[in-house]
Every structure is written in C-alpha cells, then in structure tokens.
C-alpha cells in the first residue's frame, strides 16, 4: 500500500510539475531572447543622435565604440551609399538591409551564428542610415540553461516531498492495519488478553473497536463455556462415588480390579477436566512421550488379558506437543480402545512416536484387517470395519485445533495405522475441505 501511494503521489505530482514546467521554460526562453532584443534595441538606439550630428566616419567609429556591441565588434553602421560606407563589421545580408530601409522600423534576421538587429535611422534629406547589431545565439540564451535547471531542482523537490508524504500518510495506515492484523493473529492463536489502541484512519479506529468488542465477546463466551464444563465435571462426582463403592465391594476377581482401576482413572480425568476449565485460556502443552507411557501402561494390562502383543517405540525422551495432556489421553484412550473394539483378540498394536523438525508424529497400527476406504473414514469420522470409530474424530478435532492433521495407511503390521501429526507450536487451525 506504501509503495502504491508513492508512486500514484509521484505520478499525480509529476504530470502537474510538467503541467506547468513546460510552459515555464518556453516563457524563461522568450524572456531571454526579448530581453537580449531589447538591450541591442538600446545600443542601437544610442548611435542614433550620432548619426543625426554627423556622418564621419572617424566620428561614427569613436560612437560605436563607446558601446558595449561596438566594443566587442559586434556592431556596424551602414551609411548612405554617398556618405562613407559601412562602419564597423558587418554580418548582415543585403536583402536584409534593403528590407530593413525599406520598412524603416527595426526587425531582425538570422545570420551566421546567431541574429542581427537592423534599426534604421533618418537622415537629412531623405536619407536612412541603417545600424546594426550582432546577437550571438549565446547572447539569446543567457541565463535560460541556469533557469531551467532551477525549474526541474523545484519540480523535484516537490515530486519527492510529495512521495514522502504520502509514504508518510501510507505508514500510517498501514502501520494500524498491521497492528490489527496481529492482534487477530495473537487471538487466534488463543491470547484472549489481546486488545489494541484504535489507530489511524476512521475506518480503521472503527475496526480496532470492533475488534476489541469481537474479543471481549469472545473471552466472555469461552468463560462461561468454562464455567459450564465445570459444572457439569462436578455433576459427575456424584455417580463416579457411587460407582466407586461398589466397585470396592465386587471382591479381589481380576475384572474387579479392572473396573476399579477404571473408576480410579475416570475420576483423575473429571478432576483434571475440572483443573484445566477453572485455568485462564491459555496455550496448554504436554510431555507426548510422558502420556503415551502412562496409556500404554493401563492398556497393557488389558492386552496381556487377551494374548495381544503391544509395543511403544519412540517415546524414550521428553516430546513436548501444544495439546492438553488430558485431551491427548482421551485420543489415545480412544484409539486404542477401538483396536480392542474391532480387532479379534491376539491381534498385535504398537504405538509409535516421531520427534523432527517442529513436527511430532504419533502413529497406532494394529494388525488388524485394516480399513476398506479410508478417505471415506477420514471424511466420517466413523468406519465400518477396522480400527477406527469415534477415535478418528476425535483425533482429527484435536489435530486440527493446533494446525495439525490425522491420516490413515497401511500399517507394517498389515492392518490400519493411523497417524497424528502435531506442530511443536500451534498454528493456525486448517480448514476443513467439504466433501
């Protein structure tokens, strides 16, 4: 935008400083001319009360030079042709002369190198001596080259003062629409403290305010939304206790143990629901290889139950993702319950995570009999065989909020595999094209 008013500023500016440039020049060049015209039109006119005195020559030499013309021999004085001939040198042509005794009034005429002034002057007795005077081209033109480089210095100026203006004008209003371009980009990226100082022009102060309103309707909004899911985690409490007491009297049998631990594990997810609601709206993290251990602990409990082979590759090390933990547990939880779901007993799964350059990759894969079509499966959400179900959505969902995806392939293990990859640091989140 900057660049585009400087030059339309320097465009505008430049066609107005021509508009009346040119004109200017031919004026000084006339100036220049006439003024030059008008001083030989005085010296001439200085030989003329001379001339009416006397016609001697020695007289008419000692009167043309005491002027400046005369002085540089550009001056001459043409007599009668019975009083004495020419005085001084001459460069004018006989047609001029005769045309200039026969108009008597001054004109002028080229000659070589420049022009000459031809002033006639009566005589007694019907007489016309004609005076002339030599004007070099340079003598036209003095002052004019000076002039016109003064008239283009201006021109400049005002063309680049104009372009600096503008640019000026342009930084203004570029500057607020940046400001409220970030301030878009650091709400989406969830800073809800985000506000801005309406700035610049009254288009863009209305849109600053907009914003601001936009944000705070926003923060209140996700506030309540909080609030609702806390109240809502509280209202758990009550059958997960009552769940608890009887879990503790189903006895010391494996399935019993099973179910306590699964009460155990649901009520730290309500209070970590509850925890993560009542925190300010931030961008939350975790340790990726942290939370796949501690999944993979409580499912393999369930997979030794059914001869499954389960592995974790990849998470030696911390791998921290921008994902809640709680919400990548419920993933993980998710998928692979759904291995357990449709996949016989005795089918072998591995999980395995990928840490490169600002990307994590977590991939399930199952030996299972994998997924028909999995574009269809990734377009639903939901498959009609395999490993997948409600877990690919909630995958996807989550991916999708940090500027992430959730794909399926061939596993090694010759079922399915889905993938879920996450940026180190979110993004904005990506579109989701329609089928």
Known sequence: MRRSLALVSAAVTSMVALAFLIPLALMVKEIARDRALNDAERQAGSLAPALAITTD??????????????????????????AGGTVGTSRARLADLATATERGRSFSAPAAGGYVLLQPVALDQDRTAIVEVYLPRQDLARGVQAAWITLTVVAGVLVAGSVVVADRLGARVVGSARTLARAATALGGGDLRTRIDPQGPPELRDAGHAFNTMADRVEQLLAAERELI??????????????????????????????????ARLEEEVDQIIRSARKP???????????????????????????????????????????????LSAVLDSLLGNVFRHTPEGTAFAVTLHAGAGLVGILVADAGPGIADPEAALRRGASGGGSTGLGLDIA????????????????????????????????????RRRP
Do not use: Y
Request: charged share 25%; net charge positive.
């Open 57 to 82: 020559r020695t007289a008419l030499q000692r009167a043309v030079a005491s002027t400046q013309a005369g002085a540089a021999g550009r001056m001459a004085v043409h007599l009668p042709p019975r």
């Open 230 to 263: 806390a109240d809502l985690s509280h209202r758990l409490r009550t059958p997960l206790t009552a769940m608890r007491l009887n879990a503790a009297a189903l006895g010391p049998e494996p399935a019993a143990e099973q179910t306590r631990l699964a009460v």
């Open 281 to 327: 709206m931030e961008t939350a993290r975790c340790d990726a290889a942290e939370v796949l251990r501690d999944r993979m602990a409580f499912w393999s409990a369930l997979a030794e139950d059914q001869e499954r082979d389960c592995d974790l590759i990849g998470a030696d090390g911390p791998v921290a993702v921008p994902v809640p933990r709680a919400e």
């Open 396 to 431: 996807r969902r989550m991916a999708e909020a940090v500027g992430g995806d959730v794909r399926i392939d061939r596993s090694a293990l010759g079922g399915a595999q889905v993938q879920i990859w996450l940026p180190t640091t979110p993004k904005r989140p990506r579109r």
